[in-house]
């Protein structure tokens, strides 16, 4: 008996047979469009059939109605209109990314059955962008850039209002995946790196790891936050309102 598998993105030919090397035996992986599944009524629309393949192996063509009804597992960030309800079999959801959307928990909440699974494969591109965030603040790249632009080069002879990270303390808010790989960025320009977490834990790498009522005590000894936490019930107002 093979399992369905249903990757809710417009991957590519070379994309989708990587998956499918990679699939377990009987292991059948499909990609569709999650723009093309619903229609503004909800119903999953019929879409012209797609090829099907388990290992490589090319099977019998079957139409996109007929995969939402069988698939077991699907993958997505979102969650189009009418899917749950086209989808008696679905057992599993998997997020292929940090973090989940507030749309999909909302959704999702509504099949209490099903088991959703959050992968942190990008946690690494994640913490980069946040690293690029973190130095165009701190070097004012984009109000300078924008004033040399426009021909105003007063900021190339004013005093420079740029931060000096080095030295710096670096506050992480969350430290799940993205949180851990921050960690050598941080490092890397000379800054001491605190993290809060929700549970106690062991962090060698760091200079402390509290937990949330660390938060306002260490406040007027940090220079940088970096916010990676989820959004939940939990963490909603960590910050303020």
């Given amino acids: 008996m093979s399992m369905q598998v249903l990757f809710l993105a417009d991957l590519d030919r070379d994309s989708l047979e990587v998956l499918r090397s990679v699939a377990p035996p009987g292991m059948v992986v499909h990609a569709l469009p999650p723009s093309g599944l619903a229609s503004s009524a909800g119903a999953v629309e019929p879409l012209p059939v797609l090829p099907i393949r388990v290992n490589g192996a090319s099977m019998a063509e079957r139409s996109v109605p007929d995969m939402v009804a069988s698939c077991e597992i699907a993958i997505g960030g979102l969650v189009p209109a009418g899917f749950l309800e086209a989808a008696p079999r679905l057992r599993y959801w998997i997020v292929p990314f940090a973090g989940i959307p507030t749309a999909t928990r909302e959704a999702l909440g509504l099949r209490p059955d099903l088991v959703v699974l959050n992968s942190h494969f990008n946690a690494a591109f994640v913490a980069e962008h946040a690293w690029a965030l973190l130095l165009a603040a701190a070097k004012r790249i984009v109000p300078v850039s924008d004033l040399l632009r426009a021909g105003d080069w007063r900021p190339r002879y004013a005093e420079s209002s740029a931060r000096f990270l ?19 960025l941080a490092r890397a320009l000379g800054m001491r790196v605190r993290a809060i977490k929700r549970t106690p834990g062991n962090a060698p790498e760091l200079d402390r790891l509290g937990t949330r009522e660390d938060l306002l005590p260490w406040l007027p000894d940090v220079d940088v936050i970096i916010v990676s936490l989820p959004a939940t019930a939990w963490t909603e107002g960590y910050l303020g309102r």
Avoid: C, F
Avoid at 167 to 180: K, P
């Fill in 166 to 184: 080095g030295g710096s303390t670096l506050l992480l808010l969350g430290y799940g995946a993205i949180g851990r790989a921050l960690v050598p």
